[in-house]
T-cell receptor, first 113, second 111 residues
Framework: GAGVSQSPSNKVTEKGKDVELRCDPI?????LYWYRQRLGQGLEFLIY????????KSGLPSDRFSAERTGESVSTLTIQRTQQEDSAVYLC???????????FGDGTRLSIL | GESVGLHLPTLSVQEGDNSIINCAYS??????FIWYKQESGKGPQFIID?????DKRQGQRVTVLLNKTVKHLSLQIAATQPGDSAVYFC??????????FGPGTRLSVLP
C-alpha cells in the first residue's frame, strides 16, 4: 500500500530562490501536517490541515513560508526568497482524525547555498 | 546520507539487553502520546501510542509507561537488536490538534 510520498527527496538551491515542496498523503487521511527538522534537532511544527477547516498556521516561522492543500489530497509547502537557515529536512505526515498516529513521509532535504 | 541527531543524547546498550528511553512532557492536559523511531534518512515511524486514561501499554517487544503525576513517558524495548538502532522521539498532543515532539534520543546497540 502507498504511504506518504514527498517530492523532491532532495533539493539544492541558491539563496533567494523560491522552492516548492510536495506531499501526497495516504488516501482517506483527512489530517495533514508539515514539520521542519534541522540537523541534530527534533521536529518543529509548521502547519496543520484538517479536512475543509481553516489550517493552523501557527508554526510557520515567517511570511516567506506558506502552504496549500487541495481538499483532502496533495499539499504544497512554498518557501519564498530562501535563506541559508531554511536548510533542513521538511517532513510531511498524514493521519485519520488528529488523535491518531501520524504516518510520515521520508522528507525533502533542502539545502540552501 | 545525512544523519539525523548528531548531537542528541545517546543511549548505548548491549545486544540482547533491555533498553529504556525516557521522555519528560510539558503539558499536563495532553491526552495522547506516541513514540516514534527514526532511522537515518527516513521519516519517523510509529512504534506505539498510549492515551492518558492508561498508564501502561504493550506491543511486540515494546512497552510504553505513562506517569501523569510527574509528566513522564518511557519506552522499554526488550531484547534490543541491532535493527533497533535509531533516534527515538516521544510526541504529545496538546490543547490544539498539534503534536509536540521531544528532542529525541539516539539508541546505539553494541554487538
Amino acid at each position: 500500500g502507498a504511504g506518504v510520498s514527498q517530492s523532491p527527496s532532495n533539493k539544492v538551491t541558491e539563496k533567494g530562490k523560491d522552492v516548492e515542496l510536495r506531499c501526497d498523503p495516504i488516501s482517506g487521511h483527512t489530517a495533514l501536517y508539515w514539520y521542519r527538522q534541522r540537523l541534530g534537532q527534533g521536529l518543529e511544527f509548521l502547519i496543520y490541515f484538517q479536512g475543509n477547516s481553516a489550517p493552523d498556521k501557527s508554526g510557520l516561522p515567517s511570511d516567506r513560508f506558506s502552504a496549500e492543500r487541495t481538499g483532502e489530497s496533495v499539499s504544497t509547502l512554498t518557501i519564498q526568497r530562501t535563506q541559508q537557515e531554511d536548510s533542513a529536512v521538511y517532513l510531511c505526515a498524514s493521519s485519520l482524525p488528529s488523535s491518531q498516529p501520524q504516518h510520515f513521509g521520508d522528507g525533502t532535504r533542502l539545502s540552501i547555498l | 546520507g545525512e544523519s539525523v541527531g548528531l548531537h542528541l543524547p545517546t543511549l548505548s546498550v548491549q545486544e540482547g539487553d533491555n533498553s529504556i528511553i525516557n521522555c519528560a512532557y510539558s503539558n499536563s492536559a495532553s491526552d495522547y502520546f506516541i513514540w516514534y523511531k527514526q532511522e537515518s534518512g527516513k521519516g519517523p515511524q510509529f512504534i506505539i501510542d498510549i492515551r492518558s486514561n492508561m498508564d501502561k501499554r504493550q506491543g511486540q517487544r515494546v512497552t510504553v509507561l505513562l506517569n501523569k503525576t510527574v509528566k513522564h513517558l518511557s519506552l522499554q524495548i526488550a531484547a534490543t537488536q541491532p535493527g533497533d538502532s535509531a533516534v527515538y522521539f516521544c510526541a504529545e498532543k496538546d490543547y490544539g490538534q498539534n503534536f509536540v515532539f521531544g528532542p529525541g534520543t539516539r539508541l546505539s546497540v553494541l554487538p
